[in-house]
């Protein structure tokens, strides 16, 4: 165990709170400091940005290779009612099931690695045992036989870890979504996209596809190893702390977008960071995508003086394609202006952390 992480962000209990309604999401001071700030310099441009996904600096949000934190119980919680509402937002190829059980294996031995005092996976052959303290779940049933669940592997696991996860089959030489369970997406759609190859559902993206990004991210991740998984960050800005803005739903957070007034930035925007990160799977040969969210408002950002020098500054310098896609147009500059008032104009030290 990591004494510095059991001190710093160990979480022992769950906020009650709402991505919704009353909107009561908040951060700790501690989980402030967790968050995967995405900017290393005073700019912003699209890249591959890929590196090894490997145990990072103890108490961030790097520290485990699955991460959960104190939202963990409410963003279950909202998961659950996203699905209630809208079952879409779980699909699976019937090709991909040797694939769900390779995710269910790995998404269950990094929580209870990481997480002991939260996770138990019990092994006996194939007869195992899953214990979820947090959600209240003692589960045993028999590793390949999907009788032995009370859902498909991947739909079982999907609702007890956080973040969004797709499923990649690798095929004539291209990656193709195939299964995913997505419920906090930033404005995109698993229905409108399963079964799409990596270059049909990232086109909508600017800039990047000229730049040749996706080319080399793609012929990257064909040739990415088992037990090698590498990760990234992606970033936009939400309206109020809503992890649901998919398209489906447009009409309930698109018009957050007009609310935003010079007095209410710091409590309204919110920071929305992806921390990405992909594993090759051992019997499928698949690509497990976990997409795992994070969102502080602005308020919460300004507390870390080096991120509120540097996210105006950054925001200043977007260009207007990168900003239009992210859906920033109609609200930047109002928020540039609320965090100037938080940079003295020193320069700001390399990397992601704080000082």
């Avoid at 997409?291 to 919460?300: A, L, P, V």
């Amino acid at each position: 165990m990591d004494t510095a992480y059991s001190a710093t962000h160990r979480p022992e209990t769950f906020r009650e709170e709402t991505f919704r309604g009353d909107f009561s999401y908040a951060n700790s001071p501690e989980n402030i400091r967790h968050f995967p700030f995405p900017f290393h310099e005073d700019h912003y441009r699209y890249s591959v940005n890929i590196e090894p996904h490997v145990p990072g600096l103890p108490g961030s949000a790097f520290e485990h290779l699955i991460d959960v934190d104190e939202h963990y119980v409410a963003e279950m919680a909202d998961r659950a009612q996203v699905l209630a509402e809208d079952p879409l937002r779980y699909q699976a190829l019937p090709h991909m099931m040797l694939a769900q059980w390779d995710t269910l294996e790995l998404l269950m031995e990094e929580q209870a690695r990481a997480y002991p005092h939260l996770f138990t996976l019990t092994r006996n052959g194939d007869q195992w045992r899953w214990i979820n303290r947090p959600l209240g779940i003692d589960d045993t049933f028999t590793f390949g036989d999907r009788s032995t669940l009370p859902r498909e592997p991947l739909d079982y696991i999907c609702r007890q870890t956080q973040g969004d996860i797709a499923l990649m089959d690798q095929r004539d030489g291209n990656l193709w979504m195939d299964a995913g369970m997505i419920t906090a997406q930033a404005d995109w759609s698993l229905d409108f996209d399963v079964g799409m190859n990596f270059h049909e559902w990232h086109a909508p993206v600017p800039l990047a596809p000229q730049m040749g990004v996706f080319d080399r991210a793609l012929k990257y991740l064909l040739n990415l190893q088992l037990g090698k998984p590498v990760r990234r960050l992606n970033w936009t800005m939400t309206i109020n702390p809503r992890l649901d803005t998919s398209p489906e739903n447009y009409p309930k957070w698109g018009p957050d977008r007009t609310t935003v007034t010079p007095e209410n930035v710091g409590q309204k925007v919110h920071l929305r960071v992806e921390l990405q990160s992909l594993w090759r799977l051992p019997r499928s040969n698949g690509m497990l995508f976990v997409i795992r969210g994070y969102m502080m408002r602005m308020d919460e950002v300004v507390t870390v003086p080096k991120w509120g020098r540097r996210l105006p500054r950054v925001l200043e310098t977007l260009p207007e394609e990168l900003a239009t896609y992210k859906g920033l147009s109609r609200y930047r500059q109002t928020t540039i202006d609320w965090l100037k008032r938080h940079d003295d104009g020193a320069p700001t030290s390399p990397g992601i952390f704080p000082d």
